[in-house]
């Protein structure tokens, strides 16, 4: 009987390798087909990636399309719709040498609406294609390699937005286009203009040769600052070239910062703007170091054009230490010496940015406090105190880290010059009268999937337009969650905000 049964497992087993060698080589036999075929339709490519098994981006099926008109492959709101809905959720690496002619735009409408976008590794156009029309290959954040054909001499405004991986390769002939950084930014004119540049990281300094900045030029890119040594700003495509860059910083000459905070439409970009000098001097780690740069080393300044320092190791909260009890910021307000400043207080410590016990009692005594332009909060911190920030009128920025659980009551009560705020998925409450008299707040950003608690009064008196945009599958959770649901008509997608 044991004999038996040995018997019947290793013949089960013999069928179940045989049954996986026939599928490994019938799918080796579809990859083979895929590879070698060249499609006519989307119908037989769709047809085929049907068949086809699930596969990787790092093992993308070669797919060749040959006499397909790319300029009518959707619908008025995307000009490549069609293509991207047959792909099945396979990855591939497309080449269209076989379809002349120009490749169709699209709009943010249409490409929210496009699946498997970053199913698209790599692309090779034909030879004759002439354009690429606005955002028709935006969203493949997978896509790696572009070759751009001899005959290219035009491609619209975010034709590749949010490709944050992509290189560029320009074909030998081509006079219009050329590249730079290995390949990651893409140029016209001569050099002088700016197309994409969508796989920027970190620091990127532009050359002055550099005077036209396309729209959607960096958008999605990994770009945190920006430096510019121009005499004049460059002139600008649009109010979208920085798109979903939430942490950046655009360094120019001091001299130069009203040029850009004021004139259109560089001054749609105000927040971002930093002096160079001001940005690349070394963290100050404590208060008095801070204060004396700010005493002796410069002058009166204003609100459009403050200093910017970087405090690093400092300690923002002394609740239990019995030091300045009554106000656990007033050494920081303090060390502004009657300057205009904006301050990134990554590095510091604590989980806690300082408690003022006394509450409002305090706040007679704090010097300066309007004068704090902008302030990107710790990135260890979890709960913004009660009453940090309060009556900071000139406030126009503020960056919460990821992490941050709570934001106590009066935080930002009275900070007039508040206009939009984005609050991290982290965040799980948010204080009585935390953003009471905001008066111009009129957007804000929750990332938070579970509605945070809303206690009384925390955006009375915002903007009469006030908008709160949330996830979408989280909408009806906050248009009924006690506090939120008393905004329930201003309550959207936060999707259809980015």
Known sequence: MLAFKTYAVLCALVITVCIGCANTAEEERLKDT???????SLEDLKDAL????????ENPYAITLKGVDLSALGSETDGLGRLFAVLQGRYISLNLRGCAGS??????????????????????????????GALAFAG?????????????????????????????????GNHVFTTGQEGRLLLRDGGTTLVAFHAA???????????????YAFAGSGLRELVLNHETPPALGGTRVFESLWDLKICVQREKVPEYTTKAPWNAYAAYIRCIADWHKPPFTDFASLGAWL???????????????????????????????????????EAFHGKYIALDLDGCTGATIGFSDLYDQSFSGRPDKD???SVILPGASKVVGIYNFYDCTSLESVTFPEGLKQINKHAFNHCTSLTELTLPASLNLIGVSAFKDCERLKRLMVRAEVPPALQGGAFS????????YVPAKSIEAYRSMSGWKTFAPVIKALEDEE
């Open 371 to 373: 004068k704090l332009v």
């Open 140 to 172: 493949c954040t997978n896509l790696v390699s572009v070759t751009l054909p001899t005959a290219l001499n035009t491609i619209g405004d975010g034709a590749f937005s949010g490709c944050a991986a992509l290189r560029f390769t320009v074909a030998e």
């Open 461 to 468: 008196g915002v903007h009469k337009d006030f908008t709160i």
């Open 50 to 57: 049907d068949h086809a098994a699930q596969n990787t981006a």
């Open 295 to 333: 005493d002796t080393t410069q002058g009166q300044n204003s609100r459009v054009a403050p200093y910017y320092a970087v405090l690093k190791g400092v300690a923002l909260s002394n609740k239990g230490t019995g030091e300045l009890l009554e106000d656990g910021l007033r050494k920081l307000y």
């Open 103 to 132: 490749v169709g735009s699209a709009t943010e409408e249409g490409i929210k609406a496009r699946p498997d976008t970053d199913k698209l590794v790599s692309l090779t156009l034909d030879s004759a294609t002439t354009a690429i």
């Open 34 to 40: 895929l590879d070698t075929t060249e499609f006519s």
């Open 201 to 215: 990281r970190d620091t990127v300094q532009l050359s002055p040769s550099i005077t036209t900045i396309r729209d």
